[in-house]
């Protein structure tokens, strides 16, 4: 809820509010009836329509965390307000804006002191921070917030009394997160978090599915894991994130219970970095790459029906924009129809490489040599890899994490078709001679994996 105070003629004040996400079509009819719900008993409010119009019409929706009222030199009050995503360090912009003429500001350092105090989000993470001259001070992270960010702000603040702190930054971060995140490895109570990256038609959602009947916890209203955000009514780009974002939302998601979390349309250019932000475990299963394109294009072609199901073969499914095919709604429980708002690519060529660089999302990439390598390294620094057509591996995955998988395989291909229809196998490999590649080095990981755990791979056998 985002607030105001307004001034009526008699010096009487009321506060304006505004839902967090609310559009108003015509800001000039909202604030029409607001002054009409005002009455004459302040007197003549008619001026007022404007300023209120101006304000319901503005494009910070924001919610305000945190507002304090203060004192200008000229004997005025004014309010002076944090929002999400905001930090107390812009608050000496919003003091500054206070001033004007012959009106000076007040202590920025006081105001920022004073917001501090009254942010209304849950503190997360509390430490006792040693200071220059010996005393110490408690800096604290909220709901919302990343370590960085909280430790910036909080030495901001004590160099008002302990001098330049900005080098100390790191120092108080890792404090923070290590106040959240510092049993999380070696928990005896709790799972480690788990991040399954999901490949389009390799069995994922079974993996998914067997992970919640195992009592692995889901972001609410998620798609297969995939978080989703209630207020702006869209998925959650992950994949976007920074290391310090991404121990932010590890950070919201454990304290909640959460501790599964799947990647499907893209993955993280900075694989190692985020890896390395938060202990956690990291999964995925990989098909042969021919039979995961077939079975998408029979998958969609079924399911979206929006292509002509006479003439249209794998060449033209290859070469066809995300737009064209790719499923722009997803209905969730309780939740309206979202859409999605970026393209997919796992249609296109050397969809392995791609979405292990971080391509998954960017139409048309270029993919190379170096990103094979990347991919590579990724996969060896995986938990856990699994090869669908692997039966020995399947069954690793299942006694590591406690889950029983569904073993049926469901043909959605129509009887009177078959795959050489859709792509000859032999043009297929050679437009994907990249990924063609990774499948058959990440058989061997697992042939290594299986032999260190005793078992006998069973790929290519059949």
């Known amino acids: 809820m985002a607030r105001r105070e307004v001034e009526l003629p008699d ?28 009455g004459r008993e302040h007197g ?24 304090v009222l203060v004192d200008l030199s000229d004997g005025a009050r004014a309010w002076v307000e944090m929002r999400e995503g905001q930090t107390v360090l812009e608050a000496r912009a919003l003091v500054e804006g206070l001033e004007g003429g012959s009106i000076e500001a007040p202590d920025w350092i006081e105001v920022a002191e004073l917001l501090v105090a009254s942010d209304r989000r849950e503190v997360v993470a509390r430490v006792e921070v040693e200071m220059p001259d010996g005393t110490s001070a408690w800096a604290e992270m909220r709901d919302g917030q990343t370590a960085l960010v909280a430790a910036e702000s ?12 900005g080098h ?24 480690v978090p788990l991040v399954f990256l999901h490949f389009s038609k390799t069995g994922g959602t079974s993996v998914v599915g067997a992970m919640e009947s195992g009592g692995r916890m889901t972001w609410p209203f998620s798609s297969q894991a995939k978080p989703f955000d209630s207020q702006t009514g869209g998925f959650l780009p992950i994949w976007t994130y920074s290391a310090d974002q991404w121990r932010a939302f590890w950070r919201r998601s454990w304290r909640h219970g ?17 890896s390395a932000a938060v202990p956690s475990d990291w999964v995925t299963v990989l098909r042969d790459p021919y039979a995961r394109f077939v079975s998408s294009f029979w998958f969609f072609r079924r399911s979206f029906g929006n292509f002509d199901h006479s003439t249209q073969d794998g060449w033209e499914y290859m070469a066809t924009t995300p737009g ?27 969809y392995y490489v791609k979405v292990l660089n971080g ?9 190379g040599p170096v990103h094979l390598e990347h991919a590579k390294a990724v996969l060896r620094s995986f938990t856990t890899v699994a090869i669908l057509e692997d039966r020995a591996s399947m069954a690793r995955l299942e006694a590591r994490y406690g889950i029983v998988l569904g073993h049926e395989n469901k043909n959605i291909r129509p009887r009177d ?7 000859a196998r032999e043009d297929f490999e050679r437009l994907n001679a990249l990924d063609m590649e990774l499948y058959r080095y990440a058989v061997e990981l697992v042939a290594a994996d299986g032999a260190a755990a005793g078992d006998q791979s069973v790929v290519g056998s059949r």
């Open 44 to 67: 003549e409010v008619g001026h007022l329509r404007a300023e209120v119009a101006g304000w319901y019409g503005a494009g910070d929706w924001r919610e305000v965390v945190a507002s």
């Open 168 to 191: 100390r930054r790191e120092e108080v971060a890792d404090l923070l997160d290590a106040e959240v995140f510092g049993d999380v490895a070696d928990s005896t109570t709790r799972r």
């Open 11 to 38: 010096g009487a004040r009321v506060e304006l509010t505004r839902n967090v996400g609310k559009t108003y079509v015509d800001a000039w009819e909202a604030a029409g009836a607001f002054v009409e719900g005002l």
């Open 359 to 367: 391509l998954g999302t960017t139409w048309g990439a270029e993919v």
């Open 417 to 423: 078709r078959t795959d050489e229809e859709v792509m």
């Open 324 to 350: 064209s095919h790719v499923p722009q709604q997803y209905r969730l429980p309780g939740i309206r129809t979202v859409l999605s708002s970026f393209p997919v690519s796992h249609n296109e060529p050397n």
């Open 154 to 165: 909080f030495l901001r603040v004590m160099a008002r009394n302990h001098g330049d702190l």
């Open 258 to 274: 959460v501790d599964l979390v799947e990647l499907e349309w893209d993955f993280f250019a900075d694989f190692r970095e985020k």
